[in-house]
């Protein structure tokens, strides 16, 4: 079964702090990619970052970096200088090659970020 | 550039009633799904799409129906409300299937169904 854990149903941090998101991931696939999606209140689906599962190499996008450690399917998310703004649940996901093709969603970690 | 455009945005409907949730790309994309969001659950995929004419089954499709008339649109039919189906629903869409491009998501419909 494809599935993702996202063991932190919430989190908080102080404005300006870093803060890290963990995810894990089981598929016997061995081409995929792995996603983070940000969903604010207004519900909207936003990607924060994406990584290949055959980069070695973390992605990172300014504030945004991930820890991919693939042998431990392991794929955590950090926010550097978290603002405000970052307030929102947190989907850790991933897409596998063959069949539908779905992403497949953890159950979300709700962060907030308090002045 | 619009993106993904779902309609309607919120709906009540009795049960049993039927309706259709529109979705619309103009970016050619040639993959689209529609997924639904439960509370305290990620999204989980109803139907997809890989081209105009070609439509498959996700995890959750009892109820639904879809069709792929244009690369445009992929409406998502409700047959018979029920209120299980009460859930927010996504449109998404990508350039093609299994790329690893960016699926960009429509703002979601809030359904009701009483």
């Known amino acids: 079964a494809q599935t993702v854990t996202q063991s932190q149903p919430e989190m908080s941090v102080q404005e300006a702090e870093t803060v890290t998101l963990s995810c894990t991931y089981d598929t016997s696939e061995s081409n995929y990619y792995l996603f983070w999606y940000k969903q604010p209140p207004s519900r909207q689906m936003i990607l924060v970052i994406r990584?290949?599962?055959?980069?070695?190499q973390n992605a990172t996008e300014n504030r945004f970096s991930v820890n991919f450690q693939k042998a431990a399917k392991s794929f955590s998310l950090k926010i550097s200088d978290s603002q405000l703004g970052d307030t929102a649940m947190y989907f850790c996901a991933f897409i596998t090659q063959g069949g539908s093709e779905k992403l497949v969603f953890g159950k979300g970690t709700k962060l907030t970020v308090n002045p | 550039n619009a993106g993904v455009t779902q309609t309607p945005k919120f709906q009540v409907l009795k049960t049993g009633q039927s309706m259709t949730l529109q979705c619309a790309q103009d970016m050619n994309h040639e993959y689209m799904s529609w997924y639904r969001q439960d509370p305290g659950m990620g999204l989980r995929l109803i139907h997809y799409?890989?081209?105009?004419?070609?439509?498959d089954q996700g995890e959750v499709p009892n109820g639904y129906n879809v069709s792929r008339s244009t690369t445009e649109d992929f409406p998502l039919r409700l047959l018979s409300a029920a209120p299980s189906q009460t859930s927010v629903y996504f449109c998404?869409?990508?350039?093609?299937?299994?790329?690893?491009?960016?699926?960009?998501f429509g703002e979601g419909s809030w359904l009701t169904v009483v």
């Open positions: 799409s890989v081209g105009a004419g070609i439509t």
């Open positions: 998404a869409s990508s350039l093609s299937r299994f790329s690893g491009n960016t699926i960009y």
């Open positions: 990584q290949e599962a055959y980069k070695q």
